[in-house]
């Protein structure tokens, strides 16, 4: 082992307790400078529970931390923060009603000289840091307003103005395409460059030979595997993680269960949805027309905007709040949804990107949670209801390995992928005919991703139509049996996912000139 006392950041003996969880237990972890620290393991191992300890968002924890040699104890993200530590945030902590040059400066915005805000000041700093990060945002549009990759990269615009020599991402790419992560991924290496330490945390196996140095592997709180990143496998990082090999194959038989002239479960033609605010330069798009039919998966590809989210809020019936124009047929009946009641009765179900609008009640039980949208249903049952319930909870909650103390356990106790794996859960339950996904693998690890994927086989193979967006091009090529590229708002192509690769997605997905145009830019640095 190599001398740590010149590490950056020196975590020695660290453990943290929830009531009787223990979340982490005496691990060692250090980050080194100009290194970038990859944290990997199951949902619930930990991650993020030893990052907030680091980050003094956690407070009576064991053991010992030293940053650059001095011996620390901060007790509030502020200490964390002065001593130069800023984490981006799994969970989105944004104020939605603040503009985002609000959100990047809340409680330290910058004065005049008379003591007023500066916001002049504020929207150029933040336009600053937007360009850095390679967005293109306008710094005092509402936050409310933008999509979840949008309101992920203004996180990391957040954190990179504090210039913290620590920085710490837990999931920094979950809701980022690939385009995205690119861009990301050159800001990573320049603060490399600039001699700054990064944790990083990812479930995207792909990203961590690319980006990280070091890759430590936590399982039950504990450091089980540390890894040379670069030369590291994901068939190794994965075993690590679980604890026995693991087939990271998704769908076992290849080819579609669809019959190839199967009759249409859905169609939407001409569909074109108003957007409440335009964003500027994007033209009024030419209708959307797809189908999905029975039992057959269909993946929506495109950049962030590219309208796969506002595709499936009108399917569902929110978002748009009604303003489209076109049709939609299920079964060959021209539907409306009007939300997720009449949805619901519709046959359909939404799972959407944002685990907050996605309904949980943190508060509330893990039951409660689960079986919202089947009370109806099991209370016709009558006296048998609360059993159930019980046994309609431990079958999700089984089914998706869902980590968690108790069935009454308050979801939001739960951690961020255990989370996601109970809307989807919940979603399942209702036995829909139509399934409409939003990215439904966001920070999910890869032992439950694969079991997901197993589940969506198992039910196309009942003849349930399935409309998956997601941003990761492994996923849809690995899991769909068609996929649709969506750009502005309109279907531009279609791909049979027997046939292409990766780079072919990401072409279609920015218009072949732009991809090329990158390609080339990718070749010569
Ligand atoms: N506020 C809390 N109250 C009670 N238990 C908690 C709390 N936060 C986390 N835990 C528990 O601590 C354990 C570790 O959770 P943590 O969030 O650190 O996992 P993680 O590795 O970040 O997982 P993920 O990949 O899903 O984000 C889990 O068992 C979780 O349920
Ligand atoms: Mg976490």
Request: hydrophobic share 40%; proline share 4%.
């Amino acid at each position: 082992m190599e001398d740590e006392h010149g590490a950056l950041v020196d975590m020695v003996g660290v453990g943290k307790s929830y009531g009787g969880v223990q979340a982490v237990r005496g691990v060692d972890f250090t980050v080194r400078t100009g290194e970038v620290h990859a944290l990997l393991g199951e949902n619930g191992a930990g991650k993020s529970t030893l990052m907030k300890v680091l980050s003094g968002e956690v407070s009576g924890y064991r053991g010992d931390i030293r940053i650059a040699g001095t011996p620390v104890r901060f007790t509030s993200p502020a200490d964390a923060q002065r001593a130069g530590i800023a984490m981006i945030h799994q969970e989105l902590d944004l104020v939605p009603a603040l503009s985002i040059a609000e959100n990047v400066f809340l409680g330290r915005e910058p004065k005049t000289r008379l003591g007023t805000v500066d916001r002049r000041r504020m929207v150029r700093e933040t336009q600053r840091l937007l360009t850095r990060t390679g967005v293109e945002l306008d710094a005092r549009r509402p936050v409310e307003l933008l999509r979840t990759g949008e309101q992920q990269l203004v996180t990391i615009a957040k954190a990179l103005s504090f210039d913290a020599r620590i920085l710490i991402m837990d999931e920094p790419t979950s809701a980022l395409s690939s385009h995205e992560v690119e861009q990301l991924f050159g800001v990573i290496a320049e603060l490399r460059r600039s001699g700054a330490g990064i944790v990083y945390i990812s479930h995207r196996m792909e990203e961590i030979g690319r980006v990280a140095d070091r890759a430590t592997v936590l399982r039950n709180g504990s450091v089980v595997a540390e890894f040379d990143a670069r030369a590291m496998t994901a068939a190794q990082a994965s075993e690590a993680m679980v604890g026995r090999p693991l087939n990271l194959m998704f769908r076992a038989e290849s080819g579609t269960t669809a019959e190839p002239d199967g009759e249409d479960l859905l169609r939407v033609e001409d569909l074109v949805v108003r957007l409440r605010r335009p964003r500027p330069g994007r033209r009024d798009p030419a209708g959307l027309s797809l189908r999905v039919r029975k039992g057959e998966i269909v993946g929506l590809a495109g950049l962030l905007g590219a309208g796969r989210t506002e595709l499936l809020e009108t399917l569902y019936g929110v978002g748009s709040k009604g303003s489209w124009s076109g049709r939609v047929l299920l079964n060959g009946k021209p539907i409306r949804p009007r939300g997720p009641r009449h949805a619901l009765r519709l046959g359909i179900a939404f799972v959407p990107e944002d685990r907050r609008i996605a309904g949980l009640a943190l508060e509330h039980s893990v039951l409660a949670n689960t079986v919202l949208s089947i009370v109806d249903r099991i209370a016709r049952l009558g006296a048998v209801s609360r059993a159930a319930e019980r046994r309609a909870t431990r079958e999700t909650t089984e089914r998706l390995g869902v980590k968690l103390a108790s069935i009454t356990s308050p979801v939001g106790s739960l951690s961020g992928g255990n989370q996601q794996k109970i809307v989807l859960g919940r979603n399942l339950l209702t036995e829909p005919s139509l399934l409409l996904l939003d990215e439904p693998t966001r920070g999910v690890d890869v032992g439950a991703k694969a079991e997901i994927y197993r589940l969506l086989g198992e039910i196309a193979g009942r003849g349930v139509g399935v409309l998956l967006a997601s941003s990761e091009p492994a996923e849809l090529i690995g899991v769909c049996d068609r996929v649709i590229v969506l750009r502005d708002g309109k279907n531009v192509r279609e791909l049979s996912t027997g046939e292409v690769g990766e780079a072919d997605l990401l072409a279609a997905s920015m218009g072949e000139a732009a991809a090329l145009e990158e390609l080339a830019v990718g070749e010569a640095s």
